[in-house]
């Protein structure tokens, strides 16, 4: 049966490739979580029309066999969920309040918990109910051609001995190489219970951060050196549009590490004491991340003072070449214009006789060159004109 | 008598249509607390002649039956509060002392709660007294085409079988999906206590903050193209409104959380555990609302920075303009200047000979063309010259 | 005998006119703290020539009875220390070592008590002594005309049924609306202890900052205006000033809540615990002043960055309306300067053959038009040249 | 024998004359702490060859007697640590690693405290060994004329009847009022024991930094109107420096606070509860010390501020001059080249027909007056031509 | 067999010469943290194909003996783990999957260990394991030249007897001291046991941030200098730098606090509490080099703001200068161009008779001078012509 195993998982990630832009603009939303109208009752659900129809994937697996099924209902579940085995139900697609609503009656999920799971995106946290512990996560895989990342909400509703994650749409989740883990026989995923299949996708979210965190740091490094060299309008889009989407993981991560953290510490019911060494290890890889994300912040902040920077710079340079050369020869102008005066030097002697000396245009050249030598020395002097080096 | 249930709410939130300029400008006090004259006694009620006279009305609700009454005199409350339905007497306008005065003696309010229900804005608080808890909220509702939100403060005063809320003016509130619910047979909130009625009302205040806070979203995503293509003065103004708003928001949440957070720990005598499972998502709200808050404000704080990095990259093309077009022309207008000159030819040889040289006009134009072509080619190589993409 | 309580009591507050520059001056030396000399003993005093000599002022009263005397001596407090009813005692001026250090030693004062009473200022604080607990506050009150306020630190020292108050000067104190309680028969004050009158004199000292900074919210309001309208060097040293000030209420207003809140807290054991909750609403009070404080001190960082703003964008306009004049008539003038050289024409014929060409001024002069014309367009295109309706 | 605890102390603070360019050089090196090379063993000593040979002083006293001693070897202590009398050795300079390694056998101390004593500078703080206590401190004495302030390690080891101190170097130090009080019979300080003693010394230092921030807060004073009125990169460099200087009394004065408070709160079992009372009080200096160096800190980084806005004005306000000449004179100077040109009249009447015109001349000049009057009128309209009252 | 000792300590320490370049490249990639791909299972090594092959280093001392030895195989560890003698594992190079997992299976590590040891760089942590434990480091070393640091992961693993350290690279470490005193006999480190020895190591590691941070300390000195002096956009590129370096810096060593305080705590069990002393006074040195970072930090950040207002400085004075020199000139120019017009005075009289006036020329000459000194005095009232002393 174990074919079956990878028949629900077509190729998703390459069909990113059209949809990226408008993929960018559902991506501003985001700074916005998701509320119900102001007075309704707890519980109400939110559906997006255009949301996906739910494809519920199961996937049942205990230390000598595993299945995987695409299940046609909700209630399909029940019978597994009683089996002493792990039962990992995987909800792709938000787009219809029935199944969801079944979904939850099956699973006995209080009404709060589907709000949660169901009004996207909400702010990731860790919450523990009677029999159940909700982890909200925020899963984000890297854009083509540093073009940012995608967002999506991943929801783990964690019981005694089943799973159950819910995503935002079926395309494009990081959980691939678990389900590969689970296929192969004699696999520790295999000999471990629920709470450490938790563990393995909560693990596989967190380490989705780093590549798209490397990402940033090669785009920081592109434009760290344009900024001194070529500092542009563009450069500083590019600059501010790095700082907001850095905003965006950073609260994305920050709360994340607060859920692990309840995780781990006594707050939680269901995770043993070996798989909670391993939860410490996620912890400390959401920490790194977080260090990653405030450090990219403040080179990003860096890059926008040194930009200023760069700007005053090179208007300050411009300005220089444009004080000698103006000032170099706006007195000159001056003496020129007053020997193009036309007085009549007929009506007295008086009258502009520097024009009929034998030396005069020779004594006035020299005179234009003295002063143009002088200002030249003084600016000289006052260190304005350089080798431009730079 | 359930149809009575609607007479007291008329259609008030159509009625904002005119004094929104005078909103506008009592919003501005807001940044100011209420005070008493310093030295007064405790409990010295401030009232505001110009403020409507309040309004009582009284909603009492079992899981079986359910009545509105709007109600003459305070004292009317007293008969439905001994009953073991709940009883929701919502005061609406704060005009008249005697009638405040005598609803505190019919609920038997101590003079500190009174004083801060009454003398408006105070800051959002909880506080448990003897048997009543006060808890003080900012109401927010945005404003028609995005002139920012009206604010009014709400006091919920929970008993053991009833809540009194006193809200500021009778205008507006959003409340009226609370008492719908109330009004259908079956729903939540009939099946509960007074605690689900606080929980319910402060759960719609909280909700009440997404609208007004995706208005602003919608407004920085409109500045921050405005920012970069054309600033102006009047968009550094926006930004500037926009974050002083932010930062009133800002103030009116922030305390909340903390009124909240303390109604869920055992500071409360009053609100059972399940209810406190409902009040922990309220603060999820408030938690959200806050990080949506911190986020515009950021992205305000960096607006503000790339609107400086625009105006200066403006001054600065500006400024690349100037200079290549002035350097270039002034030294040639002083050739020319010097050819103008008057001195005297006969009177000697060496006074401007070049003047009769045959080919002297064209060899001086040439000579300009030089010396242009020259300039243009160093500006061009310092990288003054670009082709104007932006 | 009542008639003696407004005795001691002259209007102070009306004298505050001239001295307003030399007190301005004064204000300036708050940001140091008193000291001793390095290595001098504890408890010495530092008595200050020019101060007031200390006015000693008692009220005694019980819930049946009140009086108000002048004192000549400290001892003659003693007697009425040993009576049941409260004795507030009110010394104003620190003037005579003598009389303070007789003072301590009636009230049995540890010399760190006096120490701290007498060098002024202290930061605010909360000391714990064996019989007595000492409070420092800075009481403020508002200047004529939006100069800012005066400062004077007053010490509670609160025993058993007694509290004595130490008053920089004589002048101004925001005590008398207490004292004006105290006379009347029946109030609140009369029927409670020590403790009591402590939480009114501390409230009233709170309530004291509510106008001082309401004058601030204004100031700041009218300066909004100003500095996006027309930002003079005159605006900068006032947004300068009140971040000054500010911050001067604020190193008074934070301690003061600290303080506040240990005498909340198990601290003190002279509050009685009805009193408790007096003394909370007065923290929450402190709560708001500090609030307000921060927003000010927020919105004058705003303004400084908007006048900055502003700055940049008037250098930027008249930029724009130099380059566009300027670069619109250098090139005109540069051909001008052409045809108005003297070379000779009839030296050769190509000595500027346009000259003498029968349209040739009507040609120039339609080249310039054009050269104009297409500078103009470029300009606008560039978005330089816009309707200026700012 | 009183007459021997003066002979110990010659007039040192008279010396630090001549040699205050060389300090100034000396205190940059603060900024770095002293380190051991990486790798060697904890309690290697590094001494400093030009450092001054140690001079050991004792004084002795209890209540009724008191010995003033310059010692000629550390040995010599051992006799007056075993008497019931308070031993303070005070031990100045550090250049002799023999002395201070015989010291350290005298008084039994852990190899890391002699680290910690001659290794200099160290980050103060508070350390509790076996038998005796560590308190590292920084002692600052202000430099005349304004120029900074001296800075020395103070390190005090107290014992059960002991107080070693050792300082950095003979000169200057703020202990002589505290050696004066124990010369004197019946004071306090004589009374006490060794506890009461490293109370006096540790106010002496913490009181020392008072006059050193005095100064401060007169410098920033004069500069505020430096700043506004002329700035000059020289004011700028003065700000700097001042910056620099409050952060080095920053790090010195944050951890001494931390190393009082562990002091006063349970870690030291030397000091007694009624001195811990003083030590209170102590803490209550630093705290303002703090106080005043973070406001300096804040008034300087303000003053930064403003700084660079009045640059910003002044090259605002000269630009616009540089606006209205230039662009009302521009033009004009246009028209006047024009009429300079040399079209030959004679060949086309529509040469230049103007300059032959009766009143051409006369008619130009209007023209110029018209259009400069224009300029004139709509600079003022637009507020750049302001009566320059500033 | 001490002579063997030193023979696995080839001088690496001059070998870093060449490969300068390429080492500073690597370091940029720090920024980064390490990660296996997301979704592999825990404990995944992700081996550098060009880093070097382990060599394995063993030295094994007890008070009375000490060898040292190279191992061909990680194997040949185990018999001396047996023994009572401290055995000190030193693994340098991470090349070889292999190796390092066999090491793993000696030392009976977790995977997680093995995992945080082998996948550079991590953050610096400490975790407690069953029975052992495990500190992560980061070595610095100076670079020659003040080009900035080499980074190295150092791992340490602490047993009951044993202490594995294993290092990113062969080349470089600061741990030759400690060698070389195990070496030596009678030394402390031979009389305690393998805690001594990781106090010894983590110690060493600390203090060599000194040195380095010394090396910032010298060229934030230099550049001090040029930023006032001579800003340029090299400068600024070095401050850039500077703070860029000391951010990682900041990130190596605020972690490695945290871990040395957990060590401290009774977090580790196989610390004694004599070695806690020492690690104590390590954390210490932690402390100090978090507090020269922030320091070097905060200088660089205000360097920063220097350097912009050196900058403002600068472009203002040669504003000044062009303002000066081009208002000064523009008039008189102007007046010259008028009288250099030709309007025909032969046409009417009141064409241009001024230049048939017998005193034209000198009167307009005299104007010019008047005009030209009335613009010098105002602009010298004004206080833009300074004698230019800076």
Redesign the interface.
């Known amino acids: 049966m174990l074919q079956n195993l990878s028949r629900y998982n077509p190729d998703r990630a390459d069909e990113e490739s059209e949809d990226d832009e408008e993929a960018i603009e559902n991506e501003?939303d985001f700074?916005?979580?998701a509320?119900?109208?102001?007075?309704?009752?707890?519980g109400t659900l939110e559906i997006d029309k255009d949301a996906s129809v739910p494809n519920i994937f199961l996937i049942d697996y205990s230390a000598t066999d595993a299945i995987g099924l695409q299940l046609a209902t909700p209630e399909e579940c029940a019978k597994h969920l009683d089996t002493q085995s792990v039962s990992w139900v995987d909800v792709q697609g938000l787009g219809s309040e029935d199944v969801l609503l079944r979904l939850g009656k099956v699973f006995n999920l209080?009404p709060?918990v589907l709000?949660?799971v169901v009004n996207i995106p909400?702010?990731p946290?860790f919450?523990d109910y009677e029999d159940h512990e909700l982890i909200i996560m925020h899963m984000v895989t890297p854009r083509k051609n540093g073009k940012g990342f995608f967002r999506e909400q991943v929801s783990l509703i964690l019981g005694e001995n089943y799973l159950l994650t819910v995503q935002e749409e079926p395309e494009r989740d990081?959980?691939?190489?678990?389900r590969?883990?689970i296929r192969r026989d004699k696999?520790?995923?295999r000999q471990h219970g629920a709470d450490y299949l938790a563990y393995?996708l909560i693990?596989?979210?967190v380490?989705?951060y780093?590549?798209v965190?490397?990402d940033y740091?090669e785009r920081l490094?592109d434009l760290e050196n344009k900024v001194?060299d070529?500092p542009?309008?563009?450069t500083?889009?590019k600059v501010?549009k790095i700082?907001?989407e850095l905003?965006q993981l950073r609260?994305a991560i920050w709360p994340l590490r607060d859920a692990i953290n309840a995780l781990i510490r006594d707050d939680s019911t269901l995770i043993s004491n070996e798989i909670r060494?391993?939860m410490?290890?996620c912890y400390?890889?959401t920490?790194?991340v977080i260090?990653?994300v405030e450090?990219?912040r403040?080179?990003a902040s860096?890059l926008?003072?040194?930009?200023?920077?760069?700007?005053?710079?090179?208007?300050?340079e411009?300005?220089?070449?444009?004080?000698i050369?103006?000032?170099i020869?706006?007195?000159?102008?001056?003496i020129?214009?007053?020997?193009?005066?036309?007085?009549?030097?007929t009506?007295?002697p008086?009258?502009?006789p520097?024009?009929?000396?034998?030396?005069?245009?020779?004594t006035?050249?020299g005179l234009m060159l003295v002063i143009a030598s002088l200002q030249v020395y003084y600016f000289y002097k006052k260190?304005?004109i350089m080798p431009s080096k730079?």
């Open positions: 501003e700074d916005a979580y509320y119900n109208e102001p007075g309704s009752p707890p209080h709060l709000e949660d909400q702010r946290k919450e990081c959980f691939e190489p678990v590969e883990r696999t520790a995923i393995a693990d596989a979210v380490d989705g780093f590549p965190l490397e740091g490094e001194v070529k542009t309008t563009r500083l889009s501010h700082k907001r905003l609260r060494l391993y410490r290890d400390d890889h920490v790194q260090d990653m450090t990219y403040e080179l860096n926008m003072d040194v930009y200023l920077s760069s700007i005053s710079n090179r208007t300050n411009i300005m220089r070449v444009l004080t050369i103006s000032t020869f706006i007195p000159l102008t001056f020129a214009g007053v020997y193009g005066m036309n007085f009549d030097r009506a007295s008086t009258n502009m520097e024009l009929g000396a034998p030396y005069g245009y020779v006035v050249m260190g304005w730079k």
